[in-house]
């Protein structure tokens, strides 16, 4: 089944409105009339106005004061406010709050001839002043709807604070955890992820675009960044035309779905060719084939990345063939500024195309409502009133328990009693604040940052604490001093792991283990005391080295945000069950990367027991995880039973089992359904993930969990595109991606 055609049934309001078409008119206004008024400025544009809109840069005139990347001359605020009145600057990016904001807005709107205004962005990932889990921990939470509340209450917060579009969701799927950027995305799975771009792009952009508290989504990197090779940030990738479509096209097709009112040009090539330079990603595939009709933006100074590429010769050359491969806007680099006039005029861009591009850049300014207010969401009040409110801080600490993943629990230490006996923290991130929230959480407010010392105070919890060692170097006498705490204390916690900018763009690492320095600690605490609990902190799934690894109970806790301390709190005492899934498999080693549960059968399978001599695997281990995609732990135990899989299936069929609450708490479960085709002329993966619900029930509490599965789920990509081979298909209702029973049909 072709998935277009359902696709194209949904109404697509914010993109449609993007190419000043109204899908849904508003009573009194005319849809026609903003498509009108869109032209009758094109009309009286000349190039370099038109140029203009179709530029970015990141805003001098309220800056943040962090440099991101290799900063390209943009001059001060006073500059750019000059450029905004001559008509160069269509969109600023990562400034905040409102005054600054309006001064700019004022420079476009009175200062400038056409008085087109500007657009405000940023890059609002996990969050702007609240600061929820990285994606990739709120993915652990394995729930749609989650991802969508804190996606709205950032979007809130972001439109109070000056901004109306983010440079988010990434739905790059993240297979080698050396990428620095896993920790952006949802991990490493197709269906999660597509799962999660369209619940984070409703969440942003809510119903109505103009809607004030709406914030335009981006669903980036188009396309394939999360196979950069080695891991290694902007590489190079290699990626088969299957696996293209397969496993890394999806979530953007999901985003487009959900109506993403825009998307992010990606830094790395695809079959040789830039991303960001690349026809038929951004014109043949997004325009032809999927009908995107909303905004191309290039990530930073992608175009110009083109000339080291090696794709193009100089910057003139770059701007064209960015221009003309799809890419809408231009950010950071200037060489739209500098060379379309220029190109058009020498006749080698069509005017037709540049007004094109300026419809979708004045289309989005026109869904956003910015020409009959261009002060929306530049509101001193709101800016007072609708951040890091009480409800969101709420939500932030509802999220990260909900992200927290209790990855092993002999002998149920967890939870702790309310009065555990001598508690004793440990590690470098016992009373740490400083490495709470994660990457891409520049406009944090750290003053919410709570560490784990406060959630633990905050409970009324005595504790004593010892470092033991910083994040990457020894402390002198710092192990001696944790272990003589930790031989006076009844439970130890032990804090480690890394620290927030070893993840995030431009941090790839060759090892994904923790430094040397905390693996020698936790190697002495261990030693000294068998009940230890670790509390991990990391961007990426980690190679857990020895020392950690035997530790009797190991949290899972990322970077969770504002409210960490008090999250780990509810997870450590029981307040909240556990019930996160892993969305990226931990690997036994770092040099299994690229790992992923959901990887092709080979020839020469290592078998569950036995000879393994000769097989797929390496000298030093098995390729398993040592905590696969879909694993997690809580303090209560389910049973699936009553398994139903029909023997055939034509166009649909149901799947379903009972889900039981054996154990003695209130508790939630996530049943996963994985497939997997026996025969097929392309090699398969040996599992994947087609449907997942989570469900919470009481104790001794049952309710049966159905999943529908389409052909669709059983495409793959074949000689001649997507096909649906019939023959015997495997399936598993499970509760991670190494468990459950294997069952069979017939697929007709
Ligand atoms: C580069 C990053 O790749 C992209 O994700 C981000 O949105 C832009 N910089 C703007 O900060």
């Known amino acids: 089944?072709?998935?277009?055609?359902?696709?194209?049934?949904?109404?697509?309001?914010?993109?449609?409105?993007?190419?000043?078409?109204?899908?849904?008119?508003?009573?009194?206004?005319?849809?026609?009339?903003?498509?009108?008024?869109?032209?009758?400025?094109?009309?009286?544009?000349?190039?370099?106005?038109?140029?203009?809109?179709?530029?970015?840069?990141?805003?001098?005139?309220?800056?943040?004061?962090?440099?991101?990347?290799?900063?390209?001359?943009?001059?001060?605020?006073?500059?750019?406010?000059?450029?905004?009145?001559?008509?160069?600057?269509?969109?600023?990016?990562?400034?905040?709050?409102?005054?600054?904001?309006?001064?700019?807005?004022?420079?476009?709107?009175?200062?400038?001839?056409?008085?087109?205004?500007?657009?405000?962005?940023?890059?609002?990932?996990?969050?702007?002043?609240?600061?929820?889990?990285?994606?990739?921990?709120?993915?652990?939470?394995?729930?749609?709807?989650?991802?969508?509340?804190?996606?709205?209450?950032?979007?809130?917060?972001?439109?109070?604070?000056?901004l109306h579009w983010t440079f988010a969701p990434m739905v790059d799927v993240a297979r080698d955890q050396r990428w620095g950027r896993v920790a952006e995305g949802s991990g490493e799975d197709v269906h999660l992820g597509s799962r999660l771009a369209a619940a984070r792009v409703r969440g942003f952009q809510g119903a109505d675009l103009r809607d004030p508290t709406s914030l335009a989504a981006c669903a980036k990197h188009f396309a394939g960044y999360g196979a950069v090779s080695g891991g290694m940030e902007y590489n190079f990738t290699e990626i088969s035309p299957g696996t293209l479509r397969e496993v890394h096209l999806p979530p953007f097709e999901a985003g487009i779905e959900a109506g993403v009112a825009t998307i992010m040009s990606a830094f790395n090539d695809v079959e040789g060719v830039p991303a960001s330079g690349n026809a038929w990603l951004m014109t043949r595939l997004l325009r032809g084939d999927w009908r995107f009709e909303g905004l191309v933006v290039g990530d930073y100074a992608a175009d110009e990345n083109l000339v080291a590429h090696g794709f193009a010769a100089d910057g003139r050359d770059a701007a064209r063939k960015a221009f003309l491969a799809g890419m809408d806007m231009s950010m950071q680099s200037d060489l739209f500024n500098r060379w379309l006039p220029d190109l058009v005029e020498a006749g080698e861009v069509p005017m037709a195309q540049l007004d094109e591009a300026v419809r979708r850049v004045l289309g989005l300014k026109e869904a956003l409502g910015l020409f009959d207010d261009p002060y929306r969401s530049l509101d001193a009040a709101a800016e007072r009133l609708r951040v890091s409110t009480p409800a969101h801080l709420a939500l932030a600490r509802e999220a990260g328990t909900r992200s927290i993943v209790l990855l092993k629990n002999e002998d149920d230490l967890l939870p702790l009693a309310e009065n555990p006996g001598r508690l004793a923290l440990i590690g470098p991130f016992a009373n740490d604040r400083d490495n709470v929230v994660g990457t891409w959480a520049f406009m944090a407010d750290p003053e919410l940052n709570v560490s784990i010392a406060e959630g633990l105070a905050a409970r009324g919890v005595g504790f004593d604490v010892a470092r033991g060692c910083g994040i990457e170097a020894a402390l002198d006498g710092g192990i001696e001093e944790a272990v003589a705490l930790a031989r006076r204390s009844d439970v130890v916690l032990l804090a480690l792991g890394e620290a927030q900018d070893m993840s995030g763009e431009a941090q790839a690492r060759t090892e994904i283990t923790l430094p040397q320095p905390q693996l020698d600690l936790a190697r002495a605490v261990l030693a000294a005391h068998p009940r230890t609990v670790v509390l991990l902190r990391h961007g990426r799934a980690l190679a857990l080295g020895s020392g950690v690894r035997e530790a009797p109970a190991i949290l899972a806790t990322w970077f969770l945000g504002s409210q960490s301390g008090h999250a780990i709190a509810d997870i450590l005492f029981g307040a909240v069950n556990p019930s996160a899934r892993l969305s990226v498999s931990f690997p036994e080693a770092s040099g299994q990367q690229p790992f992923f549960y959901d990887r092709k059968a080979t020839g020469r399978p290592a078998p569950e027991v036995g000879a393994q001599e000769y097989t797929a695997r390496y000298r030093e281990t098995r390729n398993e995880a040592l905590f696969p995609f879909g694993h997690g732990l809580g303090y209560t135990r389910f049973a699936l039973t009553d398994i139903r899989v029909p023997a055939r299936m034509g166009e649909r069929m149901e799947v379903s089992a009972v889900l039981t609450n054996t154990g003695p708490r209130d508790g939630a479960e996530v049943v996963q359904l994985y497939v997997h085709d026996r025969v097929a002329s392309r090699t398969r993966p040996m599992r994947q993930l087609k449907g997942f619900r989570r469900v919470e029930l009481a104790p001794e509490e049952s309710v049966t969990v159905r999943f529908t599965l389409t052909r669709d789920d059983l495409r793959f990509w074949g000689e001649d595109g997507w096909t649906v081979e019939p023959g015997t298909i495997d399936v598993w209702l499970a509760t991670s991606s190494r468990t459950g029973e294997r069952r069979s049909f017939e697929l007709d």
Not at 51 to 76: H, K
């Open 1 to 162: 089944m072709d998935r277009r055609l359902p696709r194209r049934k949904i109404l697509k309001a914010a993109a449609a409105a993007i190419a000043g078409v109204s899908l849904a008119p508003r009573p009194g206004r005319a849809a026609p009339a903003r498509g009108e008024r869109i032209e009758a400025q094109i009309a009286r544009m000349t190039p370099a106005e038109k140029a203009g809109q179709l530029s970015c840069f990141s805003d001098q005139i309220r800056p943040t004061g962090i440099a991101f990347n290799p900063d390209l001359p943009v001059g001060g605020a006073a500059e750019q406010l000059e450029r905004i009145r001559r008509g160069e600057i269509g969109m600023l990016f990562n400034g905040v709050g409102v005054a600054g904001a309006r001064m700019a807005q004022k420079a476009a709107v009175e200062g400038s001839r056409l008085g087109i205004p500007l657009v405000f962005a940023g890059d609002i990932i996990h969050g702007l002043r609240t600061i929820f889990p990285l994606p990739v921990a709120e993915a652990c939470a394995f729930d749609p709807d989650l991802a969508e509340r804190t996606a709205r209450a950032a979007a809130e917060e972001a439109t109070a604070l000056g």
